[in-house]
C-alpha cells in the first residue's frame, strides 16, 4: 500500500539556521512527489515537485528537496530559515501509474524562533 | 501560477440545511478536480475526484447522497453538503489538476463549513 510519513509533528529552529522538514514515502514503481505548505485557514500553495532527474530539487521561498530513493526519503530544506516560514508544511506522493490522487502526510508545523 | 477560488470562503448553516461550495479553476481548465476535507490540526483526507463531464468518484467511507460533487465544466465543479449536520462543521479545500501525474494540484483556499 501506498503512504507517505512525515515523523515529525513539529519542527522548531532558530532563525537565521537551517531547517529540514522529513518525509518518508512507500509506493510502488517510481514516484512523483510534492510539498506544500498551508497557512492559518488557508488552502496549499505548491513549493516544490520532484518528477525526475536532479535528486536536488529547487522550489519556492528558497526551499529545496532531496530525493533520496535508497532511503526512500525527499526531505525539504531551507539553508536560512525565515520567521514568515512558520506553517504547516504537507508532504505527498503520487503513484507514476494510474491514479492522480495524492496521498498525503499527516504534517508538520514548523516554528521558526526570532 | 495557476488560481483556484473557492465561495464562500466561510459559511454558517443550521442544521438540516444544504450548503453548496464552488471551486473554480480561474486561467487555466482543469480536467480533474478534487475535494478534501481538513479537521482542525490534521491532515488533508480526500473525498472524491470529479472530472468535468463525469460522475465523481467518492472515497471509501464517504456518503455519495451527502455530498454531491458536480463537474459542470472544465472550470467549475461544486460540492453540495446535502441535510448539512454538526459533524459536518469543518474546513473543505478543493484542488484543480491539468490532468497528468506529473502536473501539480493548484488548492483552492478552502470553506470554513459551521453547522449549528
Known amino acids: 500500500a501506498q503512504s507517505v510519513a512525515q515523523p515529525e509533528d513539529q519542527v522548531n529552529v532558530a532563525e537565521g539556521n537551517p531547517l529540514t522538514v522529513k518525509c518518508t514515502y512507500s509506493?510502488?514503481?517510481?514516484?512523483?512527489l510534492f510539498w506544500y505548505v498551508q497557512y492559518p485557514n488557508r488552502g496549499l500553495q505548491f513549493l516544490l515537485k520532484?518528477?525526475?532527474?536532479?535528486?536536488l530539487v529547487k522550489g519556492s521561498y528558497g526551499f529545496e528537496a532531496e530525493f533520496n530513493k535508497s532511503q526512500t526519503s525527499f526531505h525539504l530544506k531551507k539553508p536560512s530559515a525565515l520567521v514568515s516560514d512558520s506553517a504547516l508544511y504537507f508532504c505527498?506522493?503520487?503513484?507514476?501509474?494510474?491514479?492522480?490522487?495524492?496521498?498525503f502526510g499527516t504534517g508538520t508545523r514548523l516554528k521558526v524562533l526570532a | 501560477g495557476a488560481v483556484v477560488s473557492q465561495h464562500p470562503s466561510r459559511v454558517i448553516c443550521k442544521s438540516g440545511t444544504s450548503v453548496k461550495i464552488e471551486c473554480r479553476s480561474l486561467d487555466f481548465q482543469a480536467t480533474t478536480m478534487f475535494w478534501y476535507r481538513q479537521f482542525p490540526k490534521q491532515s488533508l483526507m480526500l473525498m472524491a475526484t470529479s472530472n468535468e463531464g463525469s460522475k465523481a468518484t467518492y472515497e471509501q467511507g464517504v456518503e455519495k447522497d451527502k455530498f454531491l460533487i458536480n463537474h459542470a465544466s472544465l472550470t467549475l465543479s461544486t460540492l453540495t453538503v446535502t441535510s448539512a449536520h454538526p459533524e459536518d462543521s469543518s474546513f473543505y479545500i478543493c484542488s484543480a489538476s491539468l490532468g497528468t501525474a506529473y502536473n501539480e494540484q493548484f488548492f483552492g483556499p478552502g470553506t470554513r463549513l459551521t453547522v449549528l
Open positions: 520532484y518528477i525526475t532527474g536532479d535528486n
Open positions: 509506493v510502488s514503481g517510481n514516484p512523483y
Open positions: 505527498a506522493v503520487r503513484a507514476q501509474s494510474g491514479t492522480y490522487k495524492y496521498i
